[in-house]
């Protein structure tokens, strides 16, 4: 998670939202940044992109991360500009390998019901890396022109 | 969890289950749960052919692509097939780059979907 939290950064403020796991809470957190976007007049393009990657990536970290320990806690951080918007997500399980995720649109995973979550968060978002052995993902998006 | 009737609305078209859904976003656990279970119950019926409508639908998430890959899998076990129509084009946008719109016949409005099933098998 970052550690600077400085208002003169030109990114804006970073945020930050403790969440339990409880996937009925995934509402506040998208309404609250959807709405900062609303105001920084993000097009409706990238409002979908976000409140997608930002969905996918709190269901994660809930089911899979923390599999739905109430006593686990999703932590959510964000900062957001006129130009760009940087997502952190964090869980408090035991972490994975995203690179050991299948393609789920190769030919023979087709039919199989899992793995694109993570395909689409890369797909709609312009930066998606995931760091402490995969219990924490990094989004950016960046405002369309 | 949402009684699946307060999601879906189920008609019948000449024996194709053409099924509605009334939200606008799919993305609770328990609306995509009550989805799936509809789909399924439907599935139950051999050589079941339907069609899902979501029109007026603008936001979903990969459980509903899941869930969707799952019913299909069911319903061609049981001789029958899931058609889709009235997309939104963000939500169309998913089903591309997940190349499920190769795995799904997509039709632009559901009486075309539920026509295709009426002209016979390659309809």
Redesign the interface.
Known sequence: MPRKCSNTDKRGPWIRRVLPSE??R??EAEGEVLGRLGELGYGE?DR?AV??AL??AL?NAMKHGNRMDASRRVRVAYRASAEQVEIHVADEGEGFDPAQVPD??ADEN?????G??I??MR?YMDEVTYVCEGREVHMVKYRRA | MPEAENLVCIADRQGVKLVRLRAAALLTEDEVEALGQALMALAEMPGQRVVLSFLGVTHITSVVLNTLVLVQRRLEESGGDLRLADIDPHVFEMFAITRLDRKFRIFERDEDAVASFLAGPEG
């Open positions: 996937l009925e995934i509402r393009d979908f409140r997608l969905e996918e269901v789920p649109t087709l039919s199989k019901p899992s694109r979550g395909m689409l797909c």
